[in-house]
């Protein structure tokens, strides 16, 4: 089974920005409605952000207006742009279809913290 692999995280001050990405290796990422997910520590992992086929996206109330999840056919890629971060969005980052068509990643941790 394909399996995710998550990059770009890492500890930065409340108010910064990261980017991160995800590519699957074997699969074309622009067939699926593709998703972020997080998982806080001691939390339940979490739905962050949609991006469907036809490109319309989805977000948590909790993130809107400061994430961006987007996606580079050419590179098979899916990212998520991160701003204005708060403590509360430390987690580790998966990526996933919304149909969860994929075993999950090892994730990338993002820390914010000052």
């Known amino acids: 089974q394909a399996q995710p692999v998550e990059s770009g995280g890492g500890l930065v001050q409340p108010g910064g920005s990261l980017t991160l990405s995800c590519v699957v290796s074997?699969?074309?990422?622009?067939?699926?409605?593709m998703a972020w997910y997080r998982q806080p520590p001691g939390k339940e992992r979490e739905l962050v952000a949609t991006?469907?086929?036809?490109?319309?996206?989805n977000y948590a109330d909790s993130v809107k207006g400061r994430f961006t999840i987007s996606r580079d056919n050419t590179k098979n890629a899916v990212y998520l742009r991160m701003l204005s971060l708060e403590s509360e969005d430390t987690a580790v980052y998966y990526c996933?279809?919304?149909?969860?068509?994929?075993?999950w990643g090892k994730g990338t941790l993002v820390t914010v913290s000052s």
């Open positions: 996933n279809a919304r149909t969860l068509r994929y075993s």
């Open positions: 074997g699969s074309i990422l622009r067939l699926y409605d």
């Open positions: 991006i469907f086929s036809n490109d319309y996206t």
